[in-house]
C-alpha cells in the first residue's frame, strides 16, 4: 500500500514569556519638574504683569485711543503668556498638567488685569469712595466693560482673542521650553 513517510520530529517552541510587567508596587521612575510649584510661580509672576498692564493703563487712560488700547490689551496677554509659559515649561519640565496650567494661568491674568484697571480709573477720576458705590450698585461692572463694545454695540471681540492668544502662546512656550528639558534635568 502507501509507503511510510518519515515523521519529522516536532519543533520545540519557544517558552512563553510575556511581556515584563512591573510589579503592582514596584518603584516607578520619578518624573523631573515641579508642576503645581510651576503653576503657583507662573500665577504670582502674572499677578505681578497684570498689575504692571494696569498701573500702565491707568497712567495713559486718558491719551489712548480704541486702537491704542487693544493694542496694549493684546500685547498685555502676549507678555504675560510669554512669562507664564516659560516659568511653567521651566518648572514644570514635561508635565502636561503644568502646561495646561500655565495657559489658564496666562488667560486669567490678561482678564484681570484689564478689570482691575477699571477701578482704578474710578477711583482716580472720582474718588476711591466710588469703587465701593460700584462694588454695591454693580460688582461685574468691569468685567461688562471688559465684553462690551462701547462705541459699536455688541461684544468687542478683542476680548476674547486676547484670552485665546494668551492661553495658546503660554501653552505652546511651556511645551516648547518643557520639551526641551530632560527627564532627569
Not at 518519515?6 to 515584563?20: L, N, V
Request: glycine share 10%; with cysteine.
Amino acid at each position: 500500500m502507501y509507503a511510510a513517510q518519515p515523521m519529522y520530529a516536532a519543533q520545540p517552541h519557544p517558552p512563553y514569556q510575556p511581556y515584563p510587567v512591573p510589579p503592582p508596587y514596584a518603584q516607578q521612575p520619578r518624573p523631573s519638574g515641579h508642576p503645581v510649584g510651576a503653576v503657583l510661580l507662573a500665577l504670582c509672576a502674572s499677578v505681578v504683569v497684570s498689575l504692571l498692564y494696569s498701573i500702565l493703563i491707568l497712567a495713559t487712560y486718558k491719551d489712548q485711543s480704541a486702537t491704542a488700547a487693544h493694542t496694549l490689551y493684546l500685547a498685555h496677554a502676549a507678555v504675560n503668556a510669554l512669562v507664564v509659559g516659560a516659568l511653567a515649561g521651566m518648572m514644570g519640565h514635561r508635565s502636561t498638567g503644568a502646561h495646561v496650567g500655565g495657559a489658564v494661568v496666562a488667560a486669567l491674568g490678561a482678564f484681570f488685569g484689564f478689570t482691575n484697571s477699571l477701578p482704578l480709573i474710578l477711583a482716580e477720576s472720582q474718588a476711591p469712595a466710588a469703587i465701593g458705590d460700584m462694588m454695591e450698585a454693580d460688582p461685574f461692572l468691569p468685567a461688562k466693560i471688559w465684553w462690551n463694545d462701547e462705541i459699536g454695540g455688541g461684544v468687542d471681540w478683542f476680548s476674547p482673542l486676547g484670552l485665546v492668544l494668551a492661553a495658546a502662546v503660554a501653552w505652546g512656550i511651556a511645551h516648547l521650553i518643557g520639551r526641551s528639558r530632560g527627564r532627569g534635568a
